[in-house]
Nanobody, 125 residues
Framework: QVQLVESGGGLVQAGGSLRLSCAAS?????MGWFRQAPGKEQVFVAG????????YYANSVKDRFTISRDNAKNTVYLQMNSLSPEDTAVYYC?????????????????????WGQGTQVTVSP
């Protein structure tokens, strides 16, 4: 089973930036980031296919967040800019270890096979 380890969370002021990293212990296919705010459900944030050529985002983060990956390092990143208090949440990295279906986008937690432990992002006003 592939293990995922996230890093890069923390406290930042509104308008600031953070970069999250997620290192995988083995080969992965599509990867994604989800987040869960206190008292709310876990929601999709961003996804990326294995090659990195296809990326997709939740409307709430589009144009502010960028997902990328370095397959040589088995690592996926989430660059978060123009952060607002509404972005405060625990952020989870997720990975598919089963072959992707060509042209498919993966938006739901059930699409992913492996999960990180989560990293807290807190944005102060």
């Amino acid at each position: 089973q592939v293990q995922l380890v996230e890093s890069g969370g923390g406290l930042v002021q509104a308008g600031g930036s953070l970069r999250l990293s997620c290192a995988a212990s083995g080969r992965t296919f599509s990867m994604g980031w989800f987040r869960q705010a206190p008292g709310k459900e876990q929601v999709f944030v961003a996804g990326i296919n294995r090659s990195g050529g296809t990326t997709y985002y939740a409307n709430s983060v589009k144009d502010r967040f960028t997902i990328s990956r370095d397959n040589a390092k088995n690592t996926v990143y989430l660059q978060m800019n123009s952060l607002s208090p509404e972005d405060t949440a625990v952020y989870y990295c997720a990975a598919r270890i089963i072959q992707d279906y060509s042209g498919t986008y993966y938006y739901t937690p059930g699409d992913y096979d492996a999960w990180g432990q989560g990293t807290q992002v807190t944005v102060s006003p």
